[in-house]
Each structure stands twice: as structure tokens, then as C-alpha cells.
């Protein structure tokens, strides 16, 4: 099988690494990179456990090539936090109990921070609105919506 | 009041009720304390199954019925072998003990499902070989390329119609479609007092039914499980199983192999809620890894997990109610239809836990229950949070809603006037304690700014509880309906007398190779020839009809129907 | 196993496409199918520029089949079309759906097409394809019909479009219905009226029968009365996990004759 070397940033560091013919990012971050913090739960793009971002976008990386992403700025939940330092998101997301199984969390927090990059005083609606395409089958999302809400109004992350 | 603590949820401790039932002196409960596993969760660094790479993983996918019911004529495996990166084709033949039932380590029911299934399928979905390639694309359109020759049989998708003379068996092994109880009856029974004659006197009859749909679980990880070898001829498994030690056990019990040489590692699940105990990806895993030698992923789909994973079943209720014209229900009688779909997994025992819940939270004096576990065409139904309770709940809570109108009370006042009072006897002949549906009712009409009579205000579950309400009913009327024939009750696993399951024994020395195909069958031990009819219920069996695992006792007690 | 090629321009991904790729535009629904190894096994794609590109001309705006509804939202003079854009999907999903792709997204998806179906767009096709109206390219997607580079729309009069989505949760649920009503009425009389529904056939379709009664009136109840009436003539609406053919058929009129009210009053 013909491999497709493809050069991007990964959460600030340069990598390289081959792709399949038809393979999703999902499944290029998670065994090419060997960042496993983007999750599969539907590989249709309805579930939002692999919500990663492209240049600054939220995006799907199951319904995503891998191959297209030549030369971007790739994040994930890995990315986020300094070191051993958490990103205040995190931080909230732990006072809140605002993770259960820990499943969806990752790509909820990656839909958090973008919102919270872009608008750094959401209000309740918006907030939902921008977790809107991350499910989460266990909090019921209150003490999610919560947490991103502490954060409001405060400035962006380090 | 000072001891309501109220959150923006709307949720308040209201310690002021049963103050003096509570120590509330605790280091935990009612404080808020942080999961330890939460910094793994928002760092992105819990190990859910999924997430244990190895090199050279191989991909298991399933191939399935598109029928809800066939027969299998042949399966043509010819192309999908010579498909770029099949590694395996796995099918019943190479599964050492292709029969089980999830309980069976309960020593509960008798083993009635193929982990592959070989003559026939019983629902649609059912996986009839299973292609281990290199990817999981390449997996994927093997399985496409697998020729199945089917002969379509009649199939049947409703609980009733499927306990119709006629009706097509679904599941061989219960050719009535209905889970055997106590080795004697197609259906679970429940007796308290004489419900006809209080129907009989009784100011109101009031009728009822009620259904429910089947539920998924729809956890956001899907099923799955990825084993590897380990040194000294043990498997390593990492699963989302939400039963560890149980699919520990139906691995070993599939793939004969002594526990000894699993190494399962789980405990990292990413939602559950009852669907991640039926063990079947774990034992697939495993037997892949034996047969190729390389670590192998065994993983649904969204849609897999939609259409092939168990939900919370179909339920089916009919509701008689014998009413005074104050209010008092005199009888209930129940007749309910779990709908286990093709295979029994887990609704044998929803339905005992339903027996032991009825008639709901109230003193009713004569009780009469009939429940069925039905097999129908349709996916296996397993656990999901408080299976066996939620469905009957809806159909009794509807029920008390249309008996309340029909006797002109407020639906919140039929409830407390026939909720539990401590001290009283339930239908299952165990005496209630601890009751607090009367205070529940009460706040509940509190916030929904509904007026209670004096009485109403007063009352409490504390009193007016006990005395002639603790005695047991001067006569409970039995019957024989439902009585079938081939079955016995001194152990569950039994049929015609035979042991349903092999004794599990070790036949691989360590290290060995598995086997290509399905080993000699070690020959059932005739401990238990005659079917025993009148042998008494489980607690008593002497030693040599115990089962081979023990729990069975466990069990019994804790379903309650162990004799007293 | 798939295969994508990528090339430079439109003009050659087009003639790719006609021997049998299929374009991957934001990837949406195509990759889907790539996941599930049920999609053609060659794909191709292009930079070229002009599918992201966003002008107007005159009364018209033309809009590249690679623009992503995310991108229509961040363009003030598409502001009609804003409360389309923001029912589609997720805010992931509005990060790459493109429009060119709505065009061809399956039942009950395509509420985006709707609008446009209503507001009397053109697509542009690529290469020597022409420009063809949306009703015709509707009718004929299930046939290859080559690569749409920009859709043309003519930008409706103020108040004269509304755009209704229903859908059972919320935000972010797909159509029970969505319906699009283009209704101009230059000196008090309904002139050049267009309704379209989703998630009501196979394809976006217009609602001829409301058309009539609406066309030469005025707004008002008992026009709205008549159109209510007429909803779901000639429609065969699909039965699918969200509602029956049956309900779609039911509601239809309801949720018309709520849309054309809030015209009505200019709310
Ligand atoms: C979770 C989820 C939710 C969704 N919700 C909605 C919703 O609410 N409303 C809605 O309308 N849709 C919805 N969709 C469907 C889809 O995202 C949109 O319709 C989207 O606009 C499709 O565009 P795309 O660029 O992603 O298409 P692609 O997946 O890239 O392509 C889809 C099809 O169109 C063809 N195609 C794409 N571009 C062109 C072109 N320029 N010329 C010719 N053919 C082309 C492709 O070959 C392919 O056959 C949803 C999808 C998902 C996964
Ligand atoms: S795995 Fe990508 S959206 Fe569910
Ligand atoms: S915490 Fe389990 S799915 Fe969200």
C-alpha cells in the first residue's frame, strides 16, 4: 500500500509521519503521532469525541483526510496546559465534575477553548450553542456548561 | 428551613425529614469530593481500551446476518481469504465451547448462544464469522466478500405473538420462546393472597396496558476489547467492560482456558449504563490472538453498536387493579412480557428482579403477577440502569395516574394514601422498612403548589404501618398454569437432565497453540440423568449438583426467590 | 481502497470526475462513506481558489461550491442567508460543510439547498459545464453531472425570504422539515413566489401547489389559509428514525402557515 507522507504541527511541535490512502485524521493522530486524547465514538461525525483544531477551527478529525492536512496547525486536548501546568479549562472541568466517564471530554474541551479563544465572555446560550456537536452521555451537561461558564470573562488561557 | 441545601439544578438535601434516622457525621456523603480519576479524563490521558496500540494490531469486524431469522447452508469464505491483508477467518468451528449464556457463571439458565453462529441466526446482526486483517478497512471489505448461503425462515418480532402455538421457535433451547423458571414454568410467578375474588368485591376495576420500546445505551466508546500475548502462554486483554471478572470468566469458559491464564485489564470505561457487560468482543480478542498469534482489536462501530448491541428491552404490560371507592387498591394483577429478543443474556434474571418489585411501592393485599421472558427475532436485550424496575414503573405510575381519575382523588393523594408504611408486609413477604414515598409525595406537591387535604399532610411513613398490615394473607390461591415439561429445577443449567455447559477444564498446556478447530468435546458428565421436578429449590442441592462455579447461592439471595 | 488525487484546478477535477471519482468537498458525508468503505474508490480534490471565492454583482451573489457555511456566517452582505447557514450541523460540522456539497447531501440533510432552491439559484458548473438552475441539478444529482464551481443566487428584495428549520432537538437536529419561502411582492401583489421544502422527498423540492395559491395575491390569512391547505399537495414525504411520512404530511401545513404569518407581520 502506497504510504502519503504528510508534515504538519502537532500541538506546537513539528512531525511528520505516513498516511494510508483514505485514512481519516482521527486514526492518523491517534497511531501515527500516537496522541490518543482525540476519542472515536462514531466515525460519522456526530458525536464530536474527535473534535481537534485545523488552523484555529474546530474540526472533525474522523471526517477529516488524513493527507489534507499538509502543512497545518493541528490541536488536541493533549495540547492543551503548559507542562505540568493545566489549562484553567481543565481546571475547571475538575472543580465542576464536569467529566464522568472522561470519554467525551476531550473533544469538549477542545470546543470550549476554541469558544473561549473567539469569545472570551460567552453566555449560557452561547456556550451551548458551541458544544452543540459534543455528546456526552453521562453528565447531562450542566456541570460541563457550568465549568466553561466559571471561565468566563476571564482572559484567554496562557 | 436551615437543612435544605439547594443547588441551581433545583436539587436540596432536605435533611429536616428522618433527621433521626441519619448519622450525619460523614466523612463522604454530602460533600463534595473530586473523582480520582478526573486529571486523566481532562488531560486526555485515562487508558480507555481503545487506547492500548500495539504493533502489528490486527482488526477483527463481523460478518452478520442481513435476516432476522435463517438458516446457515454455507459459508463461502474462498474469496475473502485471498483479500489484501486477511490474516484469519474465524468462524464457529474454531470457538472451543460455542455455547453459552452470560449467566451460566451465576449457574442461571442454560447455555442457548454461539459466540458465531453456525446452523442458524436468530436475529439480524447476528455475527456468522468474523475476518482478522491487517486494517480495519481491509477487514471491512473481507466481510463484504463472504458468501453466506441462507434459507430464510419465518421470523416473529412481537412477545405475544411469539408465545402463540405455532409461532416459529426462535431460540432452540426454550422452543417455547419463553425462559424457563424454576425448571417448571414458562413464566415467572408471583402469588400474594387471592386477587380474583378481591377483584370480585372489589367498587372499581380498572384495566390497563402499557409498552415500552427497547433502549440503547449508546455509550460514546464503543464496545470492544484488544488482547495480546503475554509470556508463559496467558492472554492480556484490555476491554471497556463494565464486568471485569465476568468477562474474565465467559472467556475462559468460550476459549477453555483456565482463568490462570487471563490477564484482563479494564476499569477505564468510557459510558456504560449497563450495555458493556456481555463479553463478547473480549473472548473474540482473545481467540483471535490465539489463532494468529498477533494482538487483535475486536471494536464496533457506531452502527454495530446501534443495531448488534444489546439495548434495554422491550417490555409489555397489562394492568388489572381491584379499587375501593375511597381510594384503597385491594388487588393488582400483573401480566408482563420481557422481550429478550433472540437470546436470554440478561432478561431471565430483569424479570426476577421485576417479581420481586411488584406491586411497586404500595400495600396492595393480594397480588398476582405473570411474567414472561420472551424470545423474539430481535436483538438480545441486556442490562441498562435499573433494568427490570424502569419499564413495569411506567406501566404502574401510568396506572395509579388512570385509577386516581377513575376514583375522583388526586393522583398525588392515591399515591400516599397507598404508598409503603414501615411495618407492612410486601408482596414478596418481606416486611418494608425504611419507606419515604409518603414524605416524597408530599414535597413533591409542595413544589408543584398543589394543596393536600389535612390528612394527607399528616400523614407519614412512620405510622399507620404494621399490626394487621404486617400479617401475611390468610390464604394465597396458587395454580399450575404454565407448567412445561423436559426442564428441572435442582440446577439451573440443566436440561433433560443433561449439563447444559462442558466442565471447564484446561486442555492447552501452557504456551500451546490453539486449536484450529473445535477440540473433542469433552463428553457430558452425566451427573444428573433424571430431570428432578419435585427436587427442592436451589439452597438445598446437595454438593455433587452444585454448580461448577459457585454464586448461584448469591444469586438466589439476591433475587429473592430462595425459599425462606 | 480509496484514492485521492488532488489537483489544481477545477477544470481538471471535473474532467477526473467524469471518469467516475467522486469530489470530496468539506468531506461531511463523503467521508463517512470512506470510514464505512462504501465510498468510490477514487476521490479528487482541489485548491482552486475559485471555489472559495464570495462576490456580488448587480442583484446577484455569487458564492464558490468549497465555501463553508462557517464562512457564510463571517460574511455580512450573505446576511439572508445567515439563519440557513447556522441550522446546519454542528458548529464542527459548519466548519466544513460547503455548499456545493449541501447540494448533493441526502435526505433528510440539505437544508442550505433549500434556500437556494427558493431563492432561484443557478449553479455554475465547472470547466464547459454552463451555468444550470438548481431545480434541474436537484432532479438529476443521483446521475454524474460534473463539478458545481459556484452557485448564483439573486439576492432577495428586503423581507420577502424566510428560512424555517424544524427539528426535534435543539440546537443542531437534523430537518423533521425545513421550508424556504421566496415572496416578493412589488407594488402589494405577490409576484414570482418560491417555496421549497427539505426533508419532504428525496431531494429538495419546491411546493408547486403553494406556489399557485400564493402567486398574484396578497399575504394575508386567507391566503395563508388557502397555502396552508395545499401544503403537502403532490408530496410524498418520507418515512425515516425522525418522522413518518404520515406526520411530515400532518405538520407541513402548520408549520407553513406559522412561517408565512411571521411574514406576514414582518416579525
Ligand atoms: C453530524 C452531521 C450533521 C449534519 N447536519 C446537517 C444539517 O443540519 N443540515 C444539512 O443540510 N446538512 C447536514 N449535514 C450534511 C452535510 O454536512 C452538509 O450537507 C454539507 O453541506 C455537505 O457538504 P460537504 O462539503 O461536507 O460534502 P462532501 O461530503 O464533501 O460531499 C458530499 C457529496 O457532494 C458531492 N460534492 C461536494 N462538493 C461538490 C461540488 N462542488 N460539485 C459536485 N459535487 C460535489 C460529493 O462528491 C459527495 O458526493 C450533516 C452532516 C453530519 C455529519
Ligand atoms: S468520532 Fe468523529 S464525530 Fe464521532
Ligand atoms: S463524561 Fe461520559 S460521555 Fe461525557
Redesign the interface.
Known sequence: MTKIPVTLTHNGAERAAFADPGQNLLDFIRRGLGDLSPKYGCGQGSCGACTVTIDGETRLACLTLAETVEGCDVRTAAGLGQGATLDPLQQAFMDHFAAQCGYCTPGMLVSARALLDRNPNPTREEVVEAISGNLCRCTGYDPIIDAILSLAGRKASA | MSDRRSDRNGFEMRKDLFADERDDDLNEIGKRIRRQDIEGHVTGRSPFYDDHLFDGLLHIRCVRSPHHHARIRRIDTSEADRMEGVVRIVTGRDVPVNLNTLLSLLDFGLDDEPLLSEGKVAYRGEPVAAVIARTEAQARAATRTVRVDWEVLPHVLDVEEALKPGAPTVNETYPGNAFVYHGKYDHQKLRYGDVDRALAEADHVIEGRYQMSPIEQAPIETCGAIAAQEQNGRYVCYTGTQALFFSLGTASKLLELPSSRLHFIGGTVGGGFGGKVDSIHEPLAILGTMLTGQPCKSQWDREEEMQVGAPRGAERWYLTDGVMNDGRIVARKFTGYFDSGAYTRLTSYAVIKCAGHLPGPYTIPNVHADVYCVYTNRTPATAMRGFGITGVDFAIEAHMDKVAETVGLHPVELRILNAYRDGDMKAHRRLAKNCALVECCQVAAQKAGLRLSPDMLAASSKTGGGGPRAELPAHTATDQNGLVEGFSSGSYARKGGAPASPAIVATLPPGASAPASRPAAPAPEPKDPAPRPDAPRADTSPPARKPARSGAMRFSSLSGFRRR | ????ETVATTAEAARILSDGAAY?GG??ML??A????T?PPRLV?TADPVLRAVSARGDTVTVGAGVTM?RILAEPQLDFLHPVARAV?????R??ATVGGNLFAPHPYGDFAVALLALGARARMAGAGGTRPLDDLLRDRDRPGGLVEAVEIPRPPARAFRFHKVSRVK??GVSVISIAVLAPSPGGKLAGVRVAYGAMGPTPLRAAAVERVLEGGRLDQAARERAVAVAAEGLDPPTDALASGWYRGEVAGVHLGRLLARMEEGR
Do not use: E
Open positions: 481502497m480509496t484514492r485521492v470530496l468531506g461531511t467521508m463517512r470512506v470510514n464505512a468503505g465510498a480534490r462557517a450541523g454542528s458548529p464542527q460540522i466548519n466544513m440546537p443542531r
